[in-house]
């Protein structure tokens, strides 16, 4: 596992309390001995893989909160679970709401699916009160002016949603751990004609947190000089048995892969693992010209592959400087959705859908099917020539996040769903994606850049435009899902 790993490998500290009422410990004996395992079942739901649970204990009075919120708040958490074991009063929750940077959702799951009103009693129902305090809580969420908190609410024992919900809220946390962590890397600068493409990296770190260090071409070139032959070839069999080489279709700019192709992106593959490596990135954007014929220019130009397998190792790269969807693809990755560094290529009227896809860099680990280098004459728009992928995103739902800053400086999320589904894509060296979305791809794509987005965005696998704008809430950002009614 070498430094990058490493980096990306760091937990989200999850923090749970729960609450409960003081006065009933005295009035109903055994009552908290319940409630405190219902606690322990609560935690037994959270996943274990990738999150440290902190646990701050049972809060059951005002003077507890007060005691505990300096704890909670030292813990630097990125995500709060408040588990609503019965009522309790918003006295144990108003310093803490207040004092604490991070979300907090309610949790109140009760034992009972429903009580037993034959044999109800007082005892009963407190043991299953977990609902009575949620109005309470978010009311005074409001009044202290914090974000009002979302809620689970459902069965302890039997009722899958939950299980899904909170697995959901641990991936967000993931999330959010990763963005305020994250160091990316910067290499050269926006295309010069592309306005959408400037972004402020104070902006992303005072938004996202995360931190962008810049760097030289030619530190990147440093990592070139003297690679043993035996790397070199080493990567030049890993390249041939990730990707196919097909011999070349329609396109006159394309070629079956060349010899002399396969050796600089191997080259380049490894100057980049060494750099990203070295620097402890979590994420790269670059663009870069260079001078004709020099060293930089083709080191430069020949990105793509070693940025792919990059980015299907959980290091995100993105090419035309475009930190913004840097962030997009670093949020899908760590959702577990993929992430591809796309924009919009020509509708088909005739069939209704618009091809979706860039150049690269790519996520290959949403490919359908095995990837495919080919050789191109020119790189369309941009300098230089050599390797280019091609890859089909996996058949069936998909998802669109573009980042953008709006007039006032500040980000949006915009954010798409539809499917990409099988047919033939044009043998160009590039991805390309069938995409449909509803209504009909007209009325869609007006909306879309109704929107105001950067050309460029994030390409994701499945549905999951409800749990992005969760998060853009969590990170105070406006978002726009594109409705397809």
Not at 304 to 331: F, Q, W, Y
Request: proline letters at 5%; charged letters at 20%.
């Amino acid at each position: 596992m070498n430094k990058s790993d490493q980096r990306n490998a760091g937990k989200a500290r999850v923090g749970v309390f729960s609450v409960g009422y003081d006065t009933y410990w005295v009035q109903f004996p055994g009552l908290l001995e319940e409630l405190l395992k219902k606690e322990e079942m609560f935690l037994r739901k959270l996943p274990q893989d990738g999150i440290e649970i902190i646990r701050f204990g049972l809060v059951d009075s005002p003077a507890v909160a007060y005691g505990k919120v300096g704890e909670i708040v030292a813990a630097n958490l990125d995500f709060l679970f408040c588990d609503m074991l019965t009522y309790a009063t918003s006295g144990t929750f108003g310093v803490i709401a207040r004092s604490v940077s991070c979300p907090i959702v309610l949790v109140a799951l009760q034992p009972l699916k429903a009580m037993d009103y034959g044999k109800a009693s007082t005892y009963m129902q407190l043991l299953n009160d977990d609902i009575c305090a949620l109005p309470e809580f978010t009311g005074v969420a409001a009044r202290l002016g914090k974000p009002i908190p979302e809620v689970i609410v459902g069965n302890l024992y039997d009722d899958p949603s939950v299980d899904v919900e909170i697995e959901a809220y641990c991936q967000i946390a993931k999330v959010l751990h990763t963005l305020r962590n994250a160091k990316l890397g910067h290499i050269g600068h926006p295309l010069n004609s592309m306005l959408d493409m400037n972004t402020d990296p104070t902006a992303l770190t005072a938004c996202f947190g995360s931190h962008v260090m810049f760097y030289e071409p030619n530190e990147l070139l440093a990592k070139m000089e003297d690679l043993p032959a035996g790397e070199i070839q080493e990567k030049e069999r890993r390249i041939l048995d990730f990707f196919d080489t097909p011999d070349p279709v329609s396109d006159p700019i394309s070629m079956k892969l060349r010899k002399e192709d396969l050796e600089i992106a191997a080259k380049v593959s490894l100057a980049l693992d060494k750099f990203v490596s070295d620097n402890e990135l979590d994420g790269l954007a670059y663009y870069f010209n260079g001078a004709e014929d020099s060293p930089i220019r083709q080191l430069m130009s020949n990105l793509i592959v070693g940025n792919s397998l990059l980015t299907a190792r959980h290091i995100p790269m993105c090419g035309e400087s475009d930190l913004k969807t840097l962030i997009a693809l670093m949020i899908m990755d760590r959702f577990g959705i993929g992430g591809s560094f796309a924009e919009f290529h020509p509708i088909d009227f005739n069939e209704g859908f618009v091809l979706v896809g860039h150049d690269g860099p790519h996520n290959i680990s949403i490919a359908e099917g095995k990837p495919v280098l080919r050789s191109l004459k020119k790189y369309h728009g941009k300098p230089g020539n050599g390797a280019g992928v091609e890859f089909k995103i996996k058949e069936g739902s998909i998802t669109l996040l573009s980042i953008n800053s709006t007039y006032d400086g500040k980000f949006k999320f915009i954010l798409a769903e539809g499917e990409s589904v099988s047919g033939p894509i044009p043998a160009t060296g590039n991805t390309n994606t069938r995409g449909f979305f509803k209504p009909d791809v007209r009325t869609f794509l007006k909306r879309w850049v109704g929107e105001g987005p950067t050309h460029h965005f994030a390409l994701g696998i499945g549905h999951h435009a409800a749990a992005l704008g969760k998060l853009a809430r969590y990170l105070g950002i406006d978002y726009t899902i594109i409705s397809t009614d």
